[in-house]
């Protein structure tokens, strides 16, 4: 299922260009080039928002979109975060991993972008 990658995602869509020129000379790292285990700062949209407990624990998981790719973003004992929509821009800071080859980060610091 999450290997799937529907239109939206297909960097070249219409909408990824347009998100990756919005997002570009932010002072951020494209998701496509954010380097594994490094400390980066990332700015896209978010696409899903979804609840899905982690060993007995409520995580909050969103997907992040640029335009150049998608992590995924867990913040784990949380059940809902306010601002953290489908649709919302953020930015967040964190490390980048790898799990089950999916890439994500774990308790980012975020701001929304207006």
Same mark, same amino acid.
């Given at each position: /299922?999450?290997?799937?990658?529907? +239109? $939206?995602?297909?960097?070249?869509?219409?909408? +990824?260009?347009?998100?990756?020129? +919005?997002?570009?000379?932010?002072?951020?790292?494209?998701?496509? =080039?954010?380097?594994?285990?490094?400390?980066?700062? @990332?700015?896209?949209?978010? #696409?899903?928002?979804? %609840?899905?407990?982690?060993?007995?624990?409520?995580? @909050?998981? +969103?997907?992040?979109? =640029?335009?150049?790719? /998608?992590?995924?973003?867990? $913040? %784990?004992?949380?059940?809902?975060?306010?601002?953290?929509?489908?649709?919302?821009?953020?930015?967040?800071?964190?490390?980048?991993?790898?799990?089950?080859?999916? #890439?994500?980060?774990?308790?980012?610091?975020?701001? %929304?972008?207006?």
């Amino acid at each position: /299922m999450r290997d799937r990658i529907s +239109a $939206w995602a297909n960097p070249d869509n219409i909408e +990824a260009q347009s998100l990756r020129e +919005a997002y570009e000379g932010k002072g951020c790292t494209r998701i496509a =080039d954010a380097p594994d285990r490094q400390v980066v700062s @990332l700015r896209g949209t978010l #696409r899903t928002v979804t %609840l899905r407990p982690r060993g007995g624990v409520p995580a @909050l998981e +969103a997907e992040l979109f =640029d335009g150049s790719g /998608m992590v995924t973003i867990i $913040w %784990l004992g949380r059940r809902r975060i306010a601002g953290i929509v489908p649709g919302r821009s953020v930015q967040v800071d964190g490390r980048v991993g790898v799990q089950d080859g999916v #890439r994500v980060l774990y308790n980012p610091r975020y701001e %929304l972008i207006p």
